[in-house]
């Protein structure tokens, strides 16, 4: 068995994975992009634009933290749905403290009761986020009724409202209490990562927000992405061609749009973002193909990444 102690004079590090939960849209991704300070995670005012765990590292010069923004726990209506229920599962299983994330401007739904009863009994810290003040009418009555769901807990509870989105000063001091109470472990990723998705993952999830964002109706949630080649030019130009998947002949046509528009402005939006965050000019390729129900079919969903 390998001694994962450190040696006498190294400097004691501590590490932790925090898994951040809550129903669809209520901010979980932004939280995670906020405590980076930088964008992993992709998000869209449309609910479950998070389909798998994404996970955000945070390190110091002696703490690491591993966030793991998982999917909005939801009822789910396909094979895609018990996939993203089954991430929040997984990701609960096996963390060092749990981020609860409700959207302060509604009071709780059936949804919020699901994430409560998977949170109420868990043995480590859990952490009630109040996301969203600024847009609440009523944030202290409705934090209550958040914090009654819990009721009967018996391990660790803290609770903090804030706005994840213009809230730089809430989001540090919550950052700097999760980090407080990391175990003595060594670090579980190389230092100067924020994420431990590849970069193909990565570009693949910023065009489907891109594709979220102007796709209406239900057809973003028949709409999956992927990257396929990436290469880098002598001169620096970032080469990127892509695919976005749908279920039917006819989604094909309203996601590229007459004459082409809808598609080159989801590739433009999409080139925008990958640009400002590589600091490098990109040329995107983008197709769309048809795989009929590829989100009932388990193996179109492993070919896509959700396994």
């Known amino acids: 068995m390998t001694d994962l102690s450190p040696t006498p004079g190294e400097p004691q590090t501590h590490s932790g994975f925090v898994a951040i939960v809550g129903k ?138 804030l706005s994840a989105q213009n809230n730089t000063g809430g989001v540090m001091a919550l950052r700097e209490q999760i980090l407080d109470l990391l175990p003595e472990n060594p670090f579980f990723y190389p230092q100067g990562g924020a994420s431990d998705q590849s970069r193909e993952m990565w570009a693949a999830e910023i065009i489907r927000e891109e594709a979220m964002k102007k796709l209406r109706d239900e057809l973003p949630y028949a709409v999956a992405t992927r990257v396929n080649t990436w290469t880098e030019r002598q001169d620096g130009l970032q080469r990127i061609e892509g695919e976005i998947v749908v279920e039917k002949n006819a989604h094909k046509g309203m996601v590229i749009g007459a004459g082409g528009k809808q598609l080159r402005e989801i590739g433009q939006a999409a080139r925008k973002q990958l640009e400002v965050f590589l600091n490098r000019k990109v040329y995107l390729g983008l197709e769309v193909i048809v795989i009929p129900g590829w989100r009932e079919d388990e193996e179109a969903l492993r070919e896509l990444g959700y396994e």
């Open 24 to 161: 669809p849209n209520v901010g979980k991704s932004t939280l995670l992009n906020a405590f980076l300070g930088t964008k992993v995670a992709p998000t869209s005012p449309r609910p479950q634009t998070t389909r798998r765990g994404v996970r955000g590292i945070y390190t110091t010069a002696d703490r690491q933290l591993v966030f793991v923004d998982t999917p909005g726990v939801h009822k789910p209506k396909d094979a895609l749905g018990k996939y993203m229920n089954s991430e929040v599962h997984s990701a609960l299983a096996d963390v060092d403290a749990v981020v609860w994330v409700v959207d302060l401007r509604h009071p709780p739904t059936d949804e919020d009761r699901l994430v409560a009863n998977q949170v109420r009994d868990l043995p480590k810290p859990l952490f009630l986020v109040g996301n969203k003040t600024d847009a609440a009418k009523y944030p202290d009555e409705a934090m209550k009724l958040y914090a009654a769901l819990l009721e009967g807990r018996t391990a660790d509870l803290s609770e903090t409202t």
